[in-house]
């Protein structure tokens, strides 16, 4: 079971969408975890979140990105430009950064010069970067754009009804997520930092009734499971985008072993449920808009900050590394005011800037993970 998921993880696509698409159903792509997954799904669409894993240059996105840009959106760059996401029927872009906020332009015009094509359905979805009264009024209505434009250009009616079962199905799936960090947090971990990180990144490329489903088996194996995993050093991963199990498996090839995250791909996109009365859309765009774990959102940094103790506390962490990729500003910066504050409560940090995609240098990482253990075990 975990070979599937560790399959799903490591493909650009997978058998999931492949069936899905020889059913004739469609895939709308998104880059961030701020689009509402519930309302694509109530739309009869799967919701797919791209990465740009498999890319093997970025010759293509170099030519419209530039050099000085974080790597993850130019390897997504790199994979639209060589038709490797023209299986999508349609794109939502958001201003996650400002990197993910310029994916919109460069993609439309490497399309215009023939690097893969520009999904027929593309809509801005503007998110805030504040949460007060009046950003969450015209984040509702900027929701139900968002609403009538998947609704006009796939000529299917989303009902509350729709919104209200797609919320179950993903509230349960961030339930059974949250039940695998309890049995990561135990003293027998059962399962390794990379093998999680390949079953919590399938949760966004797959139908997620099918994906609970698969999950909810696991789950009942690894409760049962005695060989879990003792007398290793507890890590706790922060910082930028990692989709990457190999990453993973590379740290922990170091003599520790991944615990928790509080990652974008990882624990931040799951921690909390859409309420389930009231005005489905509503309960919607407050779930997301609330979600002030990402350091796009201003004024909240004592928030993360307290999040980041809540389970370095619930799943005993050792140490945590904190990594970003190069040109990423916001985590870059936040990563040091983490190591400032978690070291004077006295728990160990790593700090490391990193590329993403072909671009890992996967020799260096390994040298200072290694010298960063050695100096835990003295």
């Known amino acids: 079971m975990l070979n599937e998921f560790s399959e799903v993880a490591k493909t650009l696509s997978n058998r999931f969408i492949q069936q899905w698409k020889d059913d004739g159903k469609q895939v709308v792509g998104f880059m961030c975890s701020y689009v509402p997954e519930e309302i694509i799904c109530a739309a009869g669409l799967l919701p797919f979140r791209m990465r740009g894993i498999g890319a093997s240059s970025t010759s293509i996105a170099d030519t419209y990105f530039g050099p000085v840009i974080c790597s993850f959106p130019k390897c ?22 400002d990197s993910i906020r310029r994916i919109d332009e460069c993609w439309r015009k490497a399309a215009e010069e023939s690097h893969g094509k520009f999904p027929p359905f593309h809509l801005y979805y503007g998110v805030p970067h504040k949460l007060t009264d009046y950003s969450l009024e015209w984040f509702v209505a900027e929701t139900r754009k968002l609403v009538e434009s998947l609704e006009r250009h796939f000529g299917r009616k989303i009902t509350p009804e729709d919104l209200t079962h797609a919320i179950k199905i993903y509230n349960q799936g961030r339930i059974l997520l949250t039940r695998l960090d309890e049995l990561r947090a135990g003293e027998n971990v059962p399962i390794s930092g990379a093998d ?49 199990i190999d990453l993973v498996r590379l740290i922990e090839a ?69 990594q970003n990729i190069r040109f990423c500003d916001m985590h870059g910066s936040e990563n040091s005011l983490y190591e400032r504050d978690l070291e004077a409560m006295g728990i160990p940090c790593l700090k490391i800037e990193r590329e993403y995609g072909p671009l890992v240098e996967e020799g260096r990482i390994k040298m200072r993970v290694d010298a960063f253990m050695e100096s835990l075990n003295t």
């Open 76 to 97: 997504i760059l790199q994979l639209a430009g060589e038709g490797k996401y023209d299986f999508l029927d349609g794109i939502i872009l958001i201003p996650g950064c």
């Open 196 to 244: 999680a990180t390949a079953v919590i990144i399938s949760a966004g490329v797959m139908p997620r009734d099918a994906y609970n489903r698969l999950l909810e088996e696991l789950l009942q194996k690894l409760s049962r499971s005695t060989n879990g995993m003792t007398g290793k050093k507890r890590l706790l991963l922060a910082g930028s985008i990692i989709d990457d």
């Open 254 to 322: 170091s003599g520790g072993i991944v615990v928790a995250d509080t990652l974008c791909f990882g624990s931040r996109s799951y921690v909390d449920l859409v309420e389930e009365d009231g005005d489905p859309l509503v309960a919607i765009a407050r779930r997301y808009l609330s979600h002030k774990l990402c350091p796009r959102m201003f004024g909240s940094y004592k928030e993360r900050l307290e999040f980041m103790k809540q389970r370095v506390r619930q799943a005993r962490v050792d140490a945590v590394i904190l």
